[in-house]
């Protein structure tokens, strides 16, 4: 069965040799009870410990079933303590945070058996040691005795072939001994038995076969047995401990010792709590900065208009910080004149423009200077109106109005329609506070302050009679309807060539292509710190303005204006200037006099202007379009300051991770000191390397996620007395806001980090010598 050839095994400290194994050679029948006795220092333990696996010889050979051992490696001798040896210790080492029934198992834990049998094995094993009543107890509640048994049943639970026993009885008082010397002696009629003891009375009363020790040889052998040829094969089933095991073994340890497993996750989440909180006020910080940057773009978006200022140009100029003493004159363009630049906003920008990325800017509007043949009923009487805030008691008379409306356009606020069709725009910045948001071309809105005040030149002119600081009923104004007029329908052309609006409104507002505008709601802006770009009064969609465009384009008077060289309305002759200006308010050109670009945000914002800046690259000046960029000073102002304080903060803060992580390679240092036994036990039952190494890998990955968790909560809960305070000291409502994305980050941050930290201290404990952590107390 067993075989020991030449065995040598020889320790030095300093210059003193001790031989433990002097050329040892012995045989061990498959099934007997041998008793090895010798003095202390004589070598009985290494003997045993050789046998078991727990310690190597420097030379000769262990064979097992004719197999030799020289050329197997650690998983291999882990392999064969799990399948063939069990161990009985003196000091019973059995693992005092798992329960008795847990200690049976673990053996076969390691050999992969399945749970249902490995139950079923474990109590079978206690009842044969007569432990049936206990297997549900912790170690701690038993006495000597019954440690003892739960150690045997431990070391029988996998069934073994070769039972090695280390002064099973060196603990106990002489009733017990005799007790346990019976259980062995039964044991070792179906299996090897080898007991070391100093008890000779007990080892000639139990055991078959009596060898004696000393000096580190065989001196007396009782019984001598001599291996034959083997004929039978001799396997190994490797072993391997699942994570779950892993956890397992380290979540029971930690719950024996609360009090310092919460100090440490504790301590351990102090980095997370800081990192967690800075990113909650930058979270919520940044909110108001997007929303802040949302408002300003709203108000001040990226516009191209027919004329714009190149503001480059006004910054080549060189000014002198000294006063001149010349006595003369020079007369010069001014700065500002020379900046001005036509922009020839075609077709080919359009579509440029159209090509823009839309989550770069979802909302362009292209207004044109069209003006708007209007009319309203009032008092069953139609009259002509406008969108204007002009005072229109400044004029007198119908046509006066009509020439007011036809030289100055239709005026009032135009705002975009979303790029995919939606109103994003109104329903982001303004809130409905009577009526509803626009749901066609032809709804308009009336814009109110936050005092829901209207500009009453804005009420005049759309034909409503009103005192100053006159109240209106929301059901006064919402639902009114105003006609809008095709020029054919609107303007009359005279003998004398000329053209005069209608005296007829009604008639023209009967006609075919007279449509209805309704005003459908009243707005006011939902930001208590932007005014917001519509201005008080009448705002209506750029696709009205298209709308319009596109009717009147061929109509009698803009063919008539387009040949003349006069004012088709007033007869007045005209330049080429005030001829473009007239021909565009009645609908006969179609270049936009301006496009607003409405990013969302700053960053947005850049791309747009590279992307405005990307058509001009390479232009001749006069063919490049300029932009006016109000919110540019801002965002040099802004920008990217957020994100710099928290880089900052999170550095400070991620100081007492890495101070966190040192604690814990310290903190599992100290565990694996303290369970120096529990590793013995486990490399005993033939647990490898690495799985010792994954068991403290657990114990650092409870801890690490433990923190990351309490952390949070620690920070989230924070976030409530923060806000109170940032509420009461500026204003500012729900800023401190945790990301559960960054909460999810951070959890896993703490948990890596304690693992890296713990790493170190774990393989320390995997390469711990088993004999000698079994001798530790």
Not at 94 to 99: A, W
Not at 464 to 485: P, R
Not at 490 to 506: E, K, R, V
Request: proline share 2%; charged share 20%.
């Amino acid at each position: 069965m067993l075989e020991l050839k030449h065995i040598k095994k020889y320790y030095h400290v300093g210059g003193t040799e001790t031989r433990a194994q002097d050329d040892v050679s012995v045989a061990f029948r498959k099934q007997e009870f041998v008793a090895i006795l010798g003095p202390s220092g004589s070598g009985k333990t290494t003997m045993l410990n050789i046998i078991g696996g727990l310690d190597r010889y420097d030379s000769g050979d262990l064979l097992i079933k004719g197999r030799s051992t020289k050329d197997f490696k650690d998983k291999d001798w882990d392999a064969y303590r799990n399948n063939s040896v069990g161990f009985i210790f003196q000091s019973y080492n059995l693992i005092s945070h798992l329960s008795i029934m847990e200690n049976v198992e673990m053996g076969m834990t390691l050999s992969g058996v399945a749970t249902a049998e490995k139950k079923q094995r474990a109590e079978d094993a206690l009842i044969r040691v007569g432990l049936k009543d206990h297997m549900h107890k912790k170690p701690s509640q038993l006495s000597g005795g019954q440690m003892q048994r739960v150690a045997i049943a431990r070391a029988i639970a996998n069934d073994p072939e070769i039972l090695l026993a280390d002064e099973p009885t060196g603990a106990l008082d002489s009733e017990t001994s005799k007790e346990i010397m019976q259980l062995i002696q039964d044991l070792s009629r179906e299996r090897l038995v080898i007991m070391v003891t100093h008890n000779p009375d007990l080892a000639h009363q139990y055991a078959d076969r009596i060898i004696e020790f000393a000096d580190g040889q065989i001196q007396h052998d009782s019984h001598p047995h001599v291996e034959g040829q083997k004929t039978e094969a001799f396997q190994l089933n490797h072993t391997k401990m699942s994570y779950w095991t892993a956890l397992k073994l380290s979540f029971n340890n930690i719950r024996t010792k609360k009090g310092r497993t919460f100090l440490t996750v504790f301590a351990s989440s102090i980095g997370i709590i800081g990192i967690a909180v800075v990113l909650a006020l930058s979270n919520g910080f940044q909110k108001q900065i997007d929303k802040t940057q949302s408002e300003a773009m709203a108000s001040m978006p990226v516009t191209v208009s027919q004329v714009g200022t190149d503001t480059n140009a006004m910054m080549t100029g060189t000014k002198t910080k000294t006063f001149s003493k010349a006595s003369h004159v020079t007369a010069q363009t001014s700065d500002a004149d020379k900046a001005q630049h036509v922009n020839h906003i075609t077709q080919d920008y359009l579509d440029y423009l159209s090509k823009m990325p839309k989550k770069d800017a979802k909302n362009i509007a292209i207004s044109y200077g069209t003006g708007m043949n209007l009319a309203r009923q009032v008092n069953g009487k139609y009259r002509t109106v406008n969108f204007s805030t002009t005072n229109p008691d400044s004029a007198s008379g119908v046509d006066a109005r009509a020439m007011m409306a036809a030289s100055t356009g239709v005026g009032g606020s135009v705002y975009p329609i979303d790029r995919s069709g939606k109103q994003s725009f109104l329903k982001t910045y303004y809130k409905v506070v009577a009526g509803h948001y626009p749901t066609q071309t032809t709804d308009i809105v009336l814009v109110v302050d936050k005092d829901n005040v209207i500009n009453i030149n804005a009420l005049k002119n759309l034909g409503f009679t009103v005192k100053e600081n006159q109240s209106f009923n929301f059901n006064q104004l919402v639902g009114t309807k105003l006609k809008l007029i095709a020029n054919d329908d609107y303007y009359q052309q005279l003998p004398t060539g000329t053209f005069l609006p209608t005296q007829d409104l009604a008639a023209a507002a009967a006609k075919p292509a007279t449509k209805t505008l309704t005003v459908t709601g009243i707005i006011r802006v939902k930001s208590k710190n932007s005014d917001g770009l519509l201005a008080s009064g009448v705002a209506y969609s750029a696709a009205l303005t298209k709308s319009v465009l596109t009717t009147n384009d061929h109509s009698a008077i803009v063919k008539a204006q387009q040949q003349a060289k006069t004012n088709v309305l007033t007869g007045q002759a005209m330049d080429a200037s005030t001829r473009a200006s007239v021909l565009t308010m009645l609908g006969g050109s179609d270049t936009p006099t301006t496009v607003q670009i409405y990013p969302t945000t700053f960053k947005d914002k850049d791309r747009v202007l590279k992307y405005l800046d990307k058509y001009n690259a390479g232009k001749a000046k006069a063919d490049k379009v300029i932009y006016t960029d109000l919110a540019g000073t801002v965002s040099d102002m802004t920008g990217g300051l957020m994100d710099a304080i928290t880089y900052v903060l999170v550095a400070f803060a991620g100081i007492s991770l890495v101070t966190s992580m040192i604690m814990i390679a310290i903190i599992t240092y100290t565990s694996v000191l303290e369970r120096t036994k529990e590793i013995g036990v486990l490399k005993a039952l033939g647990a490898r390397k690495k799985d010792i190494t994954r068991v403290f890998d657990a114990e650092t990955f409870i801890l690490g996620f433990g923190a990351g968790v309490f952390g949070i909560v620690v920070a989230w809960l924070l976030t409530f007395p923060i806000n109170s305070v940032l509420s009461n000291v500026t204003g500012l409502n729900g800023v401190a806001v945790l990301n559960p994305l960054h909460a999810v980050i951070l959890v896993i941050v703490s948990t890596i980090l304690t693992i890296l930290g713990g790493h170190v201290p774990a393989r320390m404990a995997a390469r711990k010598d088993a004999a000698i952590a079994l001798r530790a107390e």
